[in-house]
């Protein structure tokens, strides 16, 4: 299992970051945690790599779609994961300190991580009442049955045109070539 301590490069985090991490194998017992509570649980899963605003219209849909009651849930690929969908070379910035970022959004409760290429595993644990995707995915997204079959729904969010970290990582790449 991937175990992660609150620091980043030696430093301890910010109490606020770290609690609202949540390690995978302490995960259904948070669940039943917020189901006693009678929580409204809206989720998102993704490698948020470069964190951009594309990423803070999908994070703030999600946040307003919670209520008073709700608790919004963050997962985030492993780097063995993003290696794996994406590519070798991926992700740029380290599932820490990704995870970091993650928790440090006005907008997000909760961070946890998952090992798998999918976050189907994780979904059945969390079982969703609100599952929320990007329109790049659609409605059939690769976790929509998942969610469904748990009882929940699938909130798809259009996307932001002309931002993806693959979109900033040529225009990076692009800017060596001119000034090189």
């Avoid at 929580?39 to 594309?54: P, Q």
């Avoid at 970091?100 to 909760?110: G, H, R």
């Avoid at 999918?118 to 644990?125: F, R, S, T, V, Y």
């Avoid at 599952?131 to 997204?141: A, D, F, M, R, T």
Wanted: proline share 4%; with cysteine.
């Amino acid at each position: 299992m991937h175990s992660i301590t609150p620091t980043i490069n030696g430093s301890k985090w910010h109490p606020h970051l770290s609690r609202k991490i949540i390690a995978p194998e302490i995960l259904p017992l948070k669940m039943a945690e917020f189901r006693e509570k009678k929580a409204i649980i809206i989720t998102l899963n993704g490698s948020f790599d470069l964190l951009h605003a594309g990423h803070l219209k999908i994070l703030s849909h999600a946040y307003d779609l919670k209520g008073e009651n709700g608790i919004f849930i963050v997962a985030l690929n492993t780097d063995d994961s993003v290696h794996r969908y994406k590519s070798v070379l991926r992700p740029i910035v380290p599932l820490e300190e990704r995870l970091q970022m993650m928790a440090a959004s006005f907008f997000v409760d909760y961070v946890t991580w998952f090992e798998e290429d999918n976050p189907i595993e994780l979904l059945k644990i969390i079982r969703p009442h609100i599952h929320v995707n990007g329109s790049e995915y659609g409605e059939n997204c690769i976790e929509a049955e998942t969610v469904r079959e748990g009882g929940g729904v699938v909130s798809i969010v259009e996307k932001a045109q002309g931002l993806s970290t693959s979109m900033i990582i040529e225009k990076i790449l692009s800017l060596g070539k001119v000034d090189g």
